[in-house]
């Protein structure tokens, strides 16, 4: 088996070299900072859940705020995204465009094209649910650079209808678009189902496999591309690029369920659902989140003040135990090596 080129490259120099290509193309102002966005927006909840076109948007009112204090206004166009979610959730998950004239020399000049993930319902624990889902984002920037940049955003959520406006303050955040990513890394976004295992980068997929191990993510396909978007090099290699951590044990939101034919019955027990690559490869991936233990805890730590005292020991506990598995021989090959996948492409 061939070991590609993240393989052969010490660790340190990988972590330089991630950090050359990060500064190399931080040129969006929106993601540039790592400071909450104060946005305020205007649209009709009703109107997003019942459209079920993924074409039509429907027009908004949005004002945020500058990094000086001073606040600014667009037209943004909006639709509901996320069939499951949107019958089942007060807050549809929601698709923003931004026209680019209008856009012009605003934050938001780079990025015309936002996903925005609100909470499911409008009682407060949806909030730090949301935040949990965020830290799996700033947990994925630390162990490879094919990641989504996202911000955290203090929204102020005006819903406007026939009979009377409601007005919801929640936390959400915004993720960039698919092809930021891919333009990025000079990649192309693949559309291919199924993507054959042997096409797959195998380093990039070894660290995806453990991170949503770690996390508890089994709400995920590679090879589907279900909930995970595929950047595709000149040599059709495919890069996986993961999203939506909402059913995930460290998020544990309260309709999260594993699909039946799973061996667990919640979503807090952890299944590895990689499939089964090189042992030495496996091995380097393990020591480098060995490595970055200190950084994921840091995130973790960094947003305390955004949980509950119950939701931040939790999640510290189910961190905790992910490295106490992999520092564990005994537990390293239980879990992880011996619950590979065959093959079978």
Excluded at 72 to 86: H, K, P, Q, T, Y
Excluded at 129 to 148: A, D, Q, R, W
Excluded at 292 to 297: I, N, R, S, T, V
Excluded at 305 to 333: G, M, Q, T
């Amino acid at each position: 088996m061939k070991i590609r080129l993240f393989y052969t490259v010490p660790l340190l120099v990988f972590l330089l070299l991630f950090g050359v290509e990060c500064i190399a193309f931080q040129n969006s102002p929106l993601f540039s900072t790592e400071k909450p966005l104060e946005m305020e927006l205007i649209t009709s909840l009703s109107e997003l859940r019942r459209s079920e076109s993924d074409t039509t948007f429907f027009m908004a009112k949005m004002r945020y705020g500058n990094d000086d204090g001073s606040w600014d206004s667009l037209e943004v166009e909006l639709r509901a995204r996320g069939n499951s979610r949107r019958s089942m959730c007060y807050f549809p998950p929601i698709r923003m465009k931004i026209k680019k004239k209008k856009s012009k020399n605003s934050l938001f000049e780079e990025d015309k094209s936002l996903k925005l993930v609100i909470p499911c319902q409008i009682a407060n624990p949806f909030n730090g649910l949301i935040v949990k889902e965020y830290m799996c984002y700033k947990f994925y920037e630390k162990i490879t650079p094919y990641h989504f940049k996202t911000r955290l955003v203090n929204l102020t959520l005006t819903d406007q209808n026939d009979r009377k406006s409601k007005t919801h303050n929640i936390t959400a955040f915004l993720i960039e678009d698919d092809d930021k990513v891919a333009k990025r890394h000079q990649f192309m976004i693949s559309d291919a189902k199924p993507v054959l295992p042997n096409t797959i980068h195998d380093t990039t997929a070894v660290r995806q496999d453990i991170f949503a191990f770690m996390i508890g993510n089994t709400d995920w396909s590679n090879t589907g591309q279900h909930n995970v978007k595929m950047l595709v090099d000149k040599n059709k290699i495919h890069f996986p690029l993961p999203y939506d951590f909402d059913m995930s044990g460290i998020v544990s939101a309260p309709y999260a369920i594993p699909y039946d034919y799973l061996p667990i019955k919640t979503v807090q027990e952890r299944l590895y659902r990689g499939l089964c690559r090189d042992p030495e490869l496996i091995q380097y991936i393990r020591n480098q989140y060995l490595t970055l233990e200190p950084q994921m805890m840091d995130i973790l730590d960094q947003y305390e003040a955004h949980l509950s005292p119950y939701d931040f020991k939790r999640a510290k506990n189910y961190l905790n135990v992910f490295f106490d598995i992999i520092k564990n021989e005994k537990l390293f090959n239980h879990q992880i090596l011996s619950k590979c996948r065959p093959n079978n492409y």
